[in-house]
Each structure stands twice: as C-alpha cells, then as structure tokens.
C-alpha cells in the first residue's frame, strides 16, 4: 500500500506563490508517475501536473508556465510550486500516485490518492 499525505494549503493574495507537498509512504518502489489534480467548487476534478519517474512532465493548459511540478527521490515528497495565484486557482489540491509507467489519460487509472489541501486566492 501507498500513503500520500498533502501539506502547504492556505490563502494567498492574487500574484502570490504557495508550494505544495506530498509526501510518499508504504511501498514506494511500486510508484512510477505522481501527478497534482485539482477540484473548484461545482467544477470537475481536472489536471494539474504530472511528473514520470523519469522526469518527463506535463501540465494542464491553465497552469502553464506558472506552476511547475518536481519529485525529490531522496525524501519521497512531490511538489507543486505555484507563482501568479489568480482566483481561478482556488481549489482543494490532490496528489495522485500510480504504478503505470505512463501518465494516465482519465484520473481514474491514478492507483493512490491524498486527502487534498485547500487553496484559496482571495484578496
């Protein structure tokens, strides 16, 4: 089994920057891709970032060139730095885990989840 755990949730004023975490335990030489997912209210759950355990990443549309997603091996968290917050960003965060070498097309296919951690840009 695999426990993810997200930290680093708050408010933020519109232009800031917040970094999310998530740390990775249990059997963690079974993971290959990690991957940020996002849920607004009333919306549906979309894409946020994904990172293979080769490096390779990929981002939704919105989130292009302000946030960037990274995985440090040495103390199995992910990360997800967030710069020009907007209130579109207002989301609950989760972290996704699967042992697929390939990212997943649906979300469905992510084998582990987090609890999430609330993001709110307000001013």
């Known amino acids: 089994q695999v426990q993810l755990v997200e930290s680093g949730g708050g408010t933020v004023q519109p232009g800031g920057s917040l970094r999310l975490s998530c740390v990775v335990s249990?059997?963690?030489?079974?993971?290959?891709?990690m991957g940020w997912y996002r849920q607004a209210p009333g919306k549906q759950r979309e894409l946020v970032a994904a990172?293979?355990?080769?490096?390779?990443?990929s981002y939704g549309d919105p989130v292009k060139d302000r946030f960037t997603i990274s995985r440090h091996g040495a103390d199995n968290t992910l990360y997800l730095q967030m710069d020009s917050l907007t209130s579109e960003d207002t989301a609950v965060y989760y972290c996704?885990?699967?042992?697929?070498?390939?990212?997943?097309?649906?979300?469905?296919?992510?084998?582990?989840w987090g609890q999430g951690t609330q993001v709110t840009v307000s001013s």
């Open positions: 990172i293979t355990s080769g490096g390779t990443t």
């Open positions: 249990g059997s963690i030489f079974s993971i290959n891709v």
């Open positions: 996704a885990a699967t042992k697929s070498p390939a990212v997943p097309v649906w979300e469905g296919d992510y084998d582990y």
